[in-house]
């Protein structure tokens, strides 16, 4: 069955990066794209962009650009994304969410909360 | 930016009421909209697409209507296991964008 299991929460310093994990399975990972989404404490959820695995192409959302680096390393099924910069504005859970057929996220990671503080 | 708004923003029902959940878009997305379950501590679930399309293993309870910039979420005969917050999504045009979530609690 598909599953995307996300690496485990950070606390990490202002100003620093963190880089997080979502590793694949149960589908083959070059065939769909990746998302990932971030839902701050109380509010709803974000689009922060996609890569797709096969080439390793990617888009996003214009208010993370800068903010937001997606990579995937086919060899382990596995996407990152990386946030730099941190500031307390990025203190949230990311989800990675499989974009299925039809262009829908039919499956989603369990969440990564950072937590961004001094 | 597509611009999504959900209402109510919390609702409180009692089991067996049914209950709707709308959600307006700010330009029409010709019905390139999903709604998402999410319980508590937990990651949303794909409930609705494409505005009414059940996603397979969804109890037939949850329908999903609606087209242009106006759509909405019934939910018969309410569950206890019902209880989540309720997003829509639009995959019309990037960025992608979520309504805001409807909480939904037990009377």
Same mark, same amino acid.
């Given at each position: 069955?598909?599953?995307?299991?996300?690496?485990?929460?950070?606390?990490?310093?202002?100003?620093?990066?963190?880089?997080?994990?979502?590793?694949?399975?149960?589908?083959?990972?070059?065939?769909?794209?990746?998302?990932?989404?971030?839902?701050?404490?109380?509010?709803?959820?974000?689009?922060?962009?996609?890569?797709?695995?096969?080439?390793?192409?990617?888009?996003?959302?214009?208010?993370?650009?800068?903010?937001?680096?997606?990579?995937?390393?086919?060899?382990?099924?596995?996407?990152?994304?990386?946030?730099?910069?941190?500031?307390?504005?990025?203190?949230?859970?990311?989800?990675?969410?499989?974009?299925?057929?039809?262009?829908?996220?039919?499956?989603?990671?369990?969440?990564?909360?950072?937590?961004?503080?001094? | 930016?597509?611009?999504?708004?959900?209402? &109510?923003?919390?609702? @409180?029902? #009692?089991?067996?009421? !049914?209950?709707?959940?709308?959600?307006?878009? $700010?330009?029409?997305?010709?019905?390139?909209?999903?709604?998402?379950?999410?319980?508590?501590?937990?990651?949303?679930?794909?409930?609705?697409?494409?505005?009414?399309?059940?996603?397979?293993?969804? &109890?037939?309870?949850? @329908?999903? #209507?609606?087209?242009? !910039?106006?759509?909405?979420?019934?939910?018969? $005969?309410?569950?206890?296991?019902?209880?989540?917050?309720?997003?829509?999504?639009?995959?019309?045009?990037?960025?992608?964008?979520?309504?805001?979530?409807?909480?939904?609690?037990?009377?």
């Amino acid at each position: 069955q598909v599953q995307l299991q996300q690496s485990g929460a950070e606390l990490v310093k202002p100003g620093s990066s963190v880089k997080i994990s979502c590793k694949a399975s149960g589908y083959t990972f070059t065939s769909y794209d990746m998302h990932w989404i971030k839902q701050q404490p109380g509010n709803g959820l974000e689009w922060i962009g996609w890569i797709y695995p096969g080439n390793g192409n990617t888009k996003y959302n214009q208010k993370f650009n800068g903010k937001a680096t997606l990579t995937a390393d086919k060899s382990s099924s596995t996407a990152y994304m990386q946030l730099s910069s941190l500031t307390s504005e990025d203190s949230a859970v990311y989800f990675c969410a499989r974009l299925g057929t039809g262009s829908w996220f039919d499956y989603w990671g369990q969440g990564v909360m950072v937590t961004v503080s001094s | 930016d597509i611009q999504m708004t959900q209402s &109510p923003a919390s609702l @409180s029902a #009692s089991l067996g009421e !049914t209950v709707t959940i709308e959600c307006l878009a $700010s330009e029409d997305i010709y019905s390139n909209l999903a709604w998402y379950q999410q319980k508590p501590g937990k990651s949303p679930q794909l409930l609705i697409y494409y505005a009414n399309s059940l996603n397979d293993g969804v &109890p037939s309870r949850f @329908s999903g #209507s609606g087209s242009g !910039t106006q759509y909405s979420l019934k939910i018969n $005969s309410l569950q206890s296991e019902d209880v989540s917050i309720y997003f829509c999504q639009q995959n019309y045009d990037s960025p992608w964008t979520f309504g805001g979530g409807t909480k939904l609690e037990l009377k």
